[in-house]
């Protein structure tokens, strides 16, 4: 094997970032979620449903907020972080973000999914979830990332993770309630099958693409064969996508008395926030630079490059 | 409008890290930061292998992706072609670290001394520079440069492997030895139009 293979992997953006890209799909699919679910079904049977994603969404992007401000360097300066957005994506995300956020919570209590302002709220929760995924997407020296499947990627991830928090609270509601508002479970869970798969058939193509592309191959076999290999497939494939849709197809497909119902939905959630967060992670985890070409001589740059030694450095 | 540009000759670089040590002379860079480096890297196989030099530094893009990235506006480039950041505006998200092809903003996450609880004079004479959670690249030592002096790399390179000077004028001798040996980028796919210019090594048989 080349010895340069797995040289430059960043590092840079580790914990924090992926689990504010997940929250942050996870609030604005949320918002997106109530918004369907109002206007899908306007019979009024999902108005529990439509309600607690409002409250849920707001909640969810208020922790990516924090998280994302806990991660910055400088946090005197964030306020600047919304001086460029005609170039930044994320300057563009950050602006959008608390726009959603503000809207959402001016929606909270309204829940008037289908008026001008739910409509424009839509559009601006659409585009935090295509931003979480263009803001890695954009970044040329990292090929892996380098594709529109990102965005699709994120898109359909951040939503099928809204589906997850809200089936795992309507499961949860269900528990100490009297179970009125289980009614709406059993669609909740039709649609989380429907999304793992739209999920599962892109991450699909993403990884088919890195396989494809010499400069992101080296991400790709380190997802599905190397060191994260086990994450991957213990962690995303089974435990993010096989557990729901398996759990999501049999609850489909049974008549369970209700405790049972709950557990299991409880069960199916937790795997798919789980998988989903674990997706993000390894995501941010495997990208490797693009190798310097210098005349035709294929260069890796080091991993110090970008994370310098300072930061590895113990006293003795 | 002038541009100014760098030419740093592969087949005259002996790797000696003089321009990284002059660097950090004159910028007085913290523990592990280097804002000039020399890559070391090999081709072939053995017998017929060889150790090749790469000198880097920040490439002063025409289409700067750091710039681009930088929410705050930290980012910018000044007429005469050089890109700068600014400590006071950064703040510290990274994404110019990840963005530029080159690697060559550093971000000091924390800033980290030479000895453990103890600052040396030379780490006192220009450490407030160094803000650590802010991004710093080089500048092409921009006070030299506005004093009439070549960059610190450039004046102490021992091999005279290094040129500065202005790439839109075309009777300048970067401009020259760029036309005359076949100058060349790296990474042109990247889009960036780079300052930095490399003349090819010698082949050896």
Redesign the interface.
């Known amino acids: 094997m080349d010895a340069n293979r797995f040289i430059g992997i960043q590092k840079l953006w580790g914990w924090k970032v992926a689990t504010y890209l997940y929250l942050a799909g996870m609030g604005a699919g949320l918002y997106v979620i109530g918004f369907l679910l109002d206007v899908l079904h306007p019979e009024n049977d999902f108005a529990f449903a439509s309600e607690l994603s409002l409250y849920a969404g707001a909640i969810v992007l208020i922790v990516a907020v924090l998280l994302i401000f806990s991660h910055l360097g400088t946090k005197a300066n964030a306020l600047r972080a919304f001086c460029s957005p005609g170039s930044s994506w994320l300057a563009r995300g950050s602006l959008v973000m608390i726009i959603l956020l503000f809207l959402d919570l001016v929606q909270i209590g309204r829940t008037d999914f289908q008026s001008i302002l739910g409509w424009v709220t839509g559009l601006v929760a659409l585009f935090v979830l295509v931003y979480t995924g263009m803001l890695l997407s954009s970044l040329k020296p990292f090929p892996f990332w380098h594709t529109w499947l990102l965005p699709f990627l994120f898109v359909f991830s951040g939503i099928g993770s809204g589906f997850m928090l809200l089936g795992l609270l309507i499961g949860l509601y269900g528990v100490f309630t009297d179970g009125a508002v289980m009614s709406s479970l059993k669609p909740v869970v039709s649609y989380i099958v429907f999304v793992t798969v739209g999920t599962a058939l892109i991450l699909g193509l993403f990884l088919g693409r890195a396989s494809a592309v010499p400069s992101a191959r080296d991400s790709f076999y380190m997802v599905t064969k190397g060191s994260r290999s086990m994450a991957f497939w213990i962690g995303v494939i089974v435990i993010g996508h096989v557990i729901p849709l398996g759990l999501g197809i049999y609850l489909l497909s049974r008549a369970l008395h209700q405790p049972v119902l709950v557990f299991l939905s409880v069960i199916l959630t937790l795997a798919g926030i789980i998988g989903g967060l674990l997706l993000k992670y390894l995501l941010l985890a495997t990208a490797m630079s693009a190798k310097l070409d210098v005349a035709g001589d294929s260069v890796p740059l080091p991993e110090s490059a970008r994370f310098p030694a300072s930061h590895r450095v113990q006293y003795r | 409008m002038t541009r100014y540009g760098m030419v740093i000759d592969l087949a005259r670089c002996v790797g000696c890290d003089t321009c990284s040590i002059a660097c950090k002379a004159e910028k007085t860079t ?5 804002w000039n ?1 020399v ?1 070391k ?1 090999e ?1 072939g196989v053995y017998p017929k292998s060889r150790r ?1 030099f ?1 000198p880097m530094q920040c490439m002063h893009c025409a289409e700067p ?1 750091c ?8 980012i910018s480039k000044r007429d005469d072609g050089i890109v700068v950041i600014d400590g ?8 110019c ?7 060559s903003p ?5 800033r ?1 001394t030479y000895y ?1 609880g103890y600052v040396t004079p030379f780490e006192k004479a220009d450490h407030q520079k160094h ?4 991004s710093e690249k080089c500048d092409f030592c921009l006070s030299r440069v506005e004093k009439g002096l070549e960059p610190a790399c450039v004046a102490s390179c021992v091999a005279k492997a290094r040129f500065f000077g202005d790439l839109t004028d075309p009777e300048s001798e970067v401009s020259l030895l760029i036309k005359d040996r076949n100058g ?1 980028v ?5 889009k960036t139009d780079p300052s930095c210019y ?1 003349l ?1 090594r010698r082949e050896v048989k």
């Open positions: 913290p523990r592990g930061v280097q480096r890559l890297y081709t090749h790469l992706e710039k681009k990235v930088c929410p705050t506006g930290a006071d505006k950064c703040m510290g998200c990274r994404y670290v990840l963005a530029c092809p080159y690697a550093h971000n000091l996450d924390r980290c453990e803000r650590a959670g802010t060349f790296l990474n042109p796919e990247m490399y090819p």
